[in-house]
């Protein structure tokens, strides 16, 4: 009998372009951050790095809507 030698294929480093556009429209369009920002929590791991943008994209998208609802208020 051989000796059976199951090659693993390397894991490819997974993307954070979810979590990068929801820190950007986080910065600028407030909404766009917030919904891209839960999209991302739910889509990575706890501890990565693509979790925590898309953490900060959603604080940065509510401090962005807050902001914009106090100015119309005013």
Known sequence: MENEQIQQQPQQPQSNALAIWALITGLFCGIVGVVLG?????????GSSGRTMSII??????????????LQLL
């Open 38 to 46: 839960i999209i991302g929590i739910n889509k990575y791991p706890a």
């Open 57 to 70: 994209g959603l604080v940065l998208g509510a401090i962005g809507v807050v902001g914009s609802i106090m």
